[in-house]
């Protein structure tokens, strides 16, 4: 089937969002017209018509003159970007905390604050806190209030992209199912735009922030922590479902006769299989084992370290190691024979896992029927923290909408 033309509407809208984005992202200050052109490949009309839209609007600065080309010539206009247009904050809700940061369109930290967030709490002290904490963080930002425009929030559960309803969460149980955590907070701070993602989601958003190339390919990115999630991306798009169920991986049944309980009641889930705790419980009880391994003479020992033994030649890092790598390649294979992605992103605890780990986890995946070529699919490990790569997807999220024109 052919595929549609962009509609000029939808073309305006991304080549803009695209000319936007050089200014805002990159660590060079000043652009000319001609360098912005040439780094999009748009043309330099439509370059020269958006750069004038945004001055007009305050996005984009005139800064003056640049240097002249190697042949000499008029020396060109360059301009940069408003970061103080605009202020947000982002509020990240852990589990038994959450703090509140408020952002330039730079997305740099001007102010930060952390608290205590108890997990019998209820949705009003949940937003008592968060206020809390916003003033807090606007105050030690001596951003002027009047300029924050924004509020994110990066949460765990279940959410509603469509209406900002928190379906379920587990780590909150007070909470209860359908909390209209959005419209909590757009009447709790009026004025404020507000987006509310799950964290696993707006984790994987910052893939597209930091690797540009991915904006044109289908993604989908695993997310480890105390649990583990997914987040699906194509042609920079992250999908969603009527349910909110798209990327809950990590309660896709592994082992149905496993004796553990799984948080959400079942047995054999994913993320209870390959969690840290676990790992770490079934080496303490393997004395012997362990005191023939490296890991041995550690007082402390984590998933990571397990990961990194494992690398270098330890026997005993390398049989729990496989284990986790077998699990992984089984989830692995559900995913690419259910969405089929490019490329498949690990974030988080296992993140740690690109090399010994990355090659038993394949082995395992090989099958000359359905997957005799893995390089089929490209896979990366981001070890950057997984809270601040839901910070990012998040306040870059909010930072375009804050930058958003009108047709």
């Known amino acids: 089937m052919q595929k549609k033309a962009a509609l000029p509407r939808d073309l305006k809208r991304k080549n803009r969002n695209e000319i936007l984005r050089v200014f805002q992202k990159s660590e060079k200050q000043e652009w000319s017209l001609a360098e912005v052109s040439e780094y999009t490949g748009i043309s330099r009309a439509t370059v020269r018509k958006a750069v004038m839209d945004f001055v007009e609007q305050g996005i984009v600065l005139c800064t003056g003159k640049g240097s002249s080309t190697e042949i000499g010539g008029k020396r060109p206009e360059v301009f940069a970007f408003h970061k103080e247009y605009r202020f947000f904050a982002y509020l990240n809700i852990g589990i038994g905390w959450l703090s509140v940061a408020i952002l330039d369109l730079k997305l740099k930290e001007r102010g930060w604050v952390k608290a205590g967030l108890a997990l ?214 559900n995913v690419i024979l259910t969405i089929d992605p490019e490329v498949i992103v690990i974030q988080g605890k296992y993140s740690a896992g690109k090399g010994y780990f990355h090659k038993k986890m394949t082995e395992y995946l090989y099958n000359e029927a359905y997957f005799p070529n893995l390089s089929a699919w490209e896979f990366l490990y981001d070890e950057r923290n997984v809270f601040e790569l839901a910070r990012i997807g998040m306040a870059s999220a909010m930072a375009e909408e804050l930058c958003a024109f009108g047709d």
């Open 120 to 333: 019998d709490s209820d949705p009003e002290e949940l937003v008592a806190v968060s206020k809390a904490c916003y003033r807090q963080a606007v105050a030690e930002s001596g951003v002027l209030e009047e300029k924050i425009c924004g509020l994110c929030i990066g949460t765990s559960g279940m959410v509603d992209q469509e209406t900002g309803t928190l379906r379920h969460i587990l780590s909150y149980p007070r909470w209860g199912n359908e909390l209209p955590i959005k419209q909590l907070f757009e009447d709790a701070f009026p004025g404020l735009i507000v987006m509310v993602e799950n964290v696993a989601r707006a984790a994987g958003r910052a893939e597209l922030y930091f690797h540009r190339e991915l904006e044109m390919k289908k993604v989908f990115t695993i997310f480890t922590y105390r649990g583990v999630s997914g987040c699906l991306m194509k042609q920079g798009r992250v999908f969603s479902s009527s349910n909110s169920l798209i990327g809950e991986i990590g309660h896709m049944i592994l082992c149905p006769d496993d004796m553990e309980i799984c948080r959400c009641g079942s047995r054999g889930c994913f993320e209870n299989m390959v969690a840290e705790e676990r790992i770490l419980r079934e080496m303490r009880a393997e004395p012997q084992k362990l005191a023939s391994s490296v890991l041995g003479g550690r007082p402390e020992v984590s998933l990571g370290a397990i990961l990194e033994a494992a690398e270098e030649g330890d026997a005993y890092s390398r049989e729990l190691t496989d284990k986790v790598a077998w699990l992984f390649s089984l989830a692995i294979r």
